[in-house]
T-cell receptor
Framework: QKEVEQNSGPLSVPEGAIASLNCTYS??????FFWYRQYSGKSPELIMS????GDKEDGRFTAQLNKASQYVSLLIRDSQPSDSATYLC????????????FGTGTRLQVTL | EPEVTQTPSHQVTQMGQEVILRCVPI?????FYWYRQILGQKVEFLVS????????KSEIFDDQFSVERPDGSNFTLKIRSTKLEDSAMYFC????????????FGPGTRLTVT
């Protein structure tokens, strides 16, 4: 069973702080990694994709990938109340058109 | 900005009835997917579709489920005889087939089986 693990949270951070979200995956052959944001009752919204070891930055978001440790993370700088949502880690195993395997998500609460 | 659309947003049906969920993927995307999310649980893959045929399906996608691309724009998921446990949000996603290898999700259809 190929698994994607996330801490369910909630992770509570004050406004303006850095939120750090983590994800581990079991299949060493995984090739593509994604972070989606999901507001309650809504669909997953793509935030970041990452395919190579290292960091990838996009605005306030930075994704980090370490394939040796089978670990993906998402950093959100200058957290805003509007960032309060569930963050889903998704992994593609078999290539660019692969199905995605999702974690259960980490609920982030940004407090005023 | 192009987006995936889905209809209806909410479908209520009785156990044993057939339902068809509809999706319009992003124009010029080549790969299409259905996922579902039971309330409070993780998003689960159902099926992927490329070049007018199923490319992969999960254990959930049994004989009660079928997918079709009836024309150049629509992509449908049919559940032949719904069960109570089919109640979930159903998401359609599409992917262009090239970089940046990202799947974009539609807003979902909430299916309630009574």
């Amino acid at each position: 069973q190929k698994e994607v693990e996330q801490n369910s949270g909630p992770l509570s951070v004050p406004e303006g702080a850095i939120a750090s979200l983590n994800c581990t995956y079991s299949d060493r052959g995984s090739q593509s990694f994604f972070w989606y944001r999901q507001y309650s009752g809504k669909s997953p919204e793509l935030i970041m994709s990452i395919y190579s070891n290292g960091d990838k930055e996009d605005g306030r978001f930075t994704a980090q990938l370490n394939k040796a440790s089978q670990y993906v993370s998402l950093l959100i700088r200058d957290s805003q109340p509007s960032d309060s949502a569930t963050y889903l880690c998704a992994v593609g195993v078999t290539g660019t058109a692969s199905k995605l395997t999702f974690g259960t998500g980490t609920r982030l609460q940004v407090t005023l | 900005e192009p987006e995936v659309t889905q209809t209806p947003s909410h479908q209520v049906t009785q156990m044993g009835q057939e339902v068809i969920l509809r999706c319009v993927p992003i124009s010029n995307h080549l790969y299409f997917y259905w996922y579902r999310q039971i309330l409070g649980q993780k998003v689960e893959f159902l099926v992927s579709f490329y070049n007018n045929e199923i490319s992969e399906k999960s254990e959930i996608f049994d004989d009660q489920f079928s997918v079709e691309r009836p024309d150049g724009s629509n992509f449908t998921l049919k559940i032949r005889s719904t069960k109570l446990e089919d109640s979930a949000m159903y998401f359609c996603a599409s992917f262009s087939g090239g970089a940046p290898y990202e799947q974009y999700f539609g807003p979902g259809t909430r299916l309630t089986v009574t």
